[in-house]
């Protein structure tokens, strides 16, 4: 059953990929309507999808790549329809619905292959803790970087004389409320990722020993996170907004993909076949 209600909301989260599709191409108001209501009621069947697997498992932290997915593919739905709500803007849903409609159709087609973490992270309750924060953090972090590629490009057809009246850059939200989404999803991801971070390096450092900050992912995420304390800092004492700060913000999320990527070379987590 958890499979099944994946697979209705992967059928629902269509419809926000054929938004986006559309956006580019000029007739975003074909399905502007049903968009909201699809997409909503597709996060619902969603978390339906998750608790079910939880319970049916006793698991509660994804067990397997796939499980990650869907678990960020929601939480990335959670934070769309929170600046939905607060900025009454969707331009973030262009680049968003794509990619939970990707890392869904991932989870919902590969959901039977047997793919497990490090054992000696699922033994732990601090595992709960430390994916919970990260993935919420980087959730958050992730509209921080859309919010800077959205200002780039409205910046941009803004100084233009050729852009055209019915582009979808046209109907994007003005250069002060995408800096402010950008803003405030910084502060609200950033302390989320500190705190996801701790708790990974407490579990890492019982675990391991010193040893656990010399793997590629840590030394990569401690990066990523020093480079986000810049980028709050420089807005708060240098007053840096606009292009600068999306530049920064769109670079320090560049390192978290890598740190991400970097699964493949650590030793403490990466998913493997057993």
Known sequence: MPLFWLRVALSLYAVGLLYALAAVWG???????????????????????????????????????????????????????????RFHATAPGLAV???????????????????????????????????????????????????????????????????????????????????????????????????GLIAGAMLGEARQGASYFLDAKIALSIFTWILYVVILYTRWSAGWRGRRAAYLATFAFCTAVLAWAANSLSHTHRFIVP
């Open 97 to 195: 619905f794509p990619l939970v409609f990707l890392l869904t159709a991932s989870a919902a087609l590969g959901a039977n292959k047997a793919i497990a973490p490090n054992p000696l992270f699922v033994s732990s309750q601090w595992i709960y803790i430390h994916v919970g924060l990260i993935f919420i953090g980087y959730s958050a972090l992730l509209f921080s970087f859309i919010a800077s590629i959205l200002y780039l490009i409205q910046e941009k057809s803004l100084k233009s004389l050729k852009a055209k009246p019915g582009a979808f850059w046209t109907r994007l939200p003005a250069l002060a409320v995408i800096d402010d989404i950008g803003y405030k999803c910084l502060l609200w991801g950033f302390p989320f990722m500190t705190l």
């Open 27 to 85: 007739g975003r108001e074909i399905l502007t309507r049903i968009t909201m209501p699809a997409v909503g009621l597709g996060m619902t069947f969603h978390f339906v999808a998750l608790i079910e697997n939880a319970m049916g498992t006793g698991v509660w932290t994804p067990a397997s790549m796939h499980e990650l997915e869907s678990l960020l593919a929601f939480l990335l739905m959670v934070f769309f329809f929170i600046i939905y709500a």
